[in-house]
């Protein structure tokens, strides 16, 4: 199952990138998460169903220090899968 994420908000700066990578890899969420250079954050995700959901729930609220004011949610059509299976943080 893959996810694209787009996080608006106060998403930038408040290390909402590599808390995302954390809670992916315990998750067994592969995929990569990046900021763009309109103050959001994108994450592409693929892994099970359920660790899926974890993510996206997870991502409604980031690190503590995060405002998330709005994620979008798509069906990926982009490639998440890292090909050693793991879960990068891109550059913007």
């Known amino acids: 199952m893959g996810r694209r994420l787009i996080i608006e908000g106060r998403v ?3 290390g909402y990138r590599a ?4 809670e992916a ?8 998460v990046r900021n763009r ?15 899926i959901e974890a993510i996206i729930l ?3 609220r ?5 405002e998330v004011a709005n994620v979008t949610i798509e069906d990926s059509g ?10 990068k943080i891109l550059p913007t």
């Open 37 to 51: 250079r309109d103050g959001s954050v994108e994450a592409c995700l693929d892994g099970e169903v359920q660790a």
């Open 25 to 32: 890899i315990a998750l067994g969420v592969c995929g990569w």
């Open 78 to 87: 982009m490639q998440a899968s890292s090909p050693d299976g793991t879960f």
């Open 19 to 22: 808390s995302l990578a954390k």
């Open 12 to 14: 930038q700066g408040v």
């Open 58 to 60: 997870w991502a409604k």
């Open 62 to 66: 980031g690190p503590p220090s995060a």
